[in-house]
């Protein structure tokens, strides 16, 4: 099951990621993701990199719960490419190594899925900007399985929550704590104006069955 790390800290990543536009919500005219589904949020963490105080508040947050869990003898690594920077900060904090997982072999070099030094049998854990259907991300997971890293778990900045996410995490294994997940976001967002309670219902009901949802003119 996913876990954010507590209401408060979830609360205060909403307000940032809606306060910068890393998130927005738009019911009525929805973004179409690279699967095809339509969508009513659009989410890229990325855009926070560029604001001091959040980068700030979202990668100390997470190394404070790894350091807490694990101590920081381990080895940070983020998955392409949307969570190298943060990936790359929190290892900042623990003082720990940090690599990085593309989302496949280059085609040219040395034909690298892993960048940075992993030695085998190493304690790792994962660092991910968003949690969608999951798959990008346990991809990166099985690499670095069969590098030999042990894998404690993986944190990431947000995630959608989806069922077909839950599930494929569960079946590999992988415990994921996020900052802030859709569930969370909702709230703060109705309360700071950003949607009305008509979107806040349309919003929800795209949760339940992204796949087949279809906007509402509110």
């Known amino acids: 099951m996913f876990m954010i790390f507590n209401q408060n800290i979830a609360q205060q990543t909403a307000e940032y990621l809606l306060q910068i536009n890393a998130i927005k919500l738009n019911p009525e005219n929805p973004f179409t993701w690279a699967s095809g589904w339509k969508s009513p949020i659009y989410c890229d963490n990325r855009v926070a990199l560029s604001y001091h105080d959040v980068r700030t508040f979202l990668s ?6 790894i350091r807490t869990q694990f101590g920081a003898n381990i080895v940070i690594a983020g998955v392409a490419t949307g969570a190298i920077g943060f990936g790359m900060l929190i290892a900042q904090q623990l003082e720990a190594p940090f690599i990085y997982v593309r989302p496949e072999p280059k085609k040219h070099g040395r034909q690298n ?3 940075g030094v992993l030695e085998p049998g190493k304690e790792l854990v994962v660092i991910e900007d968003l949690i969608s259907t999951g798959m990008s991300s346990l991809n990166a997971v099985e690499a670095l399985k069969i590098a030999g890293a042990k894998i404690l778990g993986m944190y990431a900045l947000f995630t959608y929550g989806f069922e077909k996410a ?4 569960y079946e590999a294994d992988i415990k994921l704590q996020t900052l802030c997940d859709y569930e969370n976001l ?33």
Do not use: C, G, M, Y
């Open 113 to 115: 899925q892993i960048e």
């Open 186 to 218: 909702l709230p703060v967002a109705l309360k700071t104006n950003k949607i009305s309670r008509a979107q806040s219902d349309n919003l929800k009901t795209w949760r339940k069955d992204p796949e087949n949802w279809s906007p509402n003119v509110l």
């Open 166 to 169: 839950e599930t494929a995490f």
């Open 60 to 65: 100390k947050s997470i190394a404070h719960e």
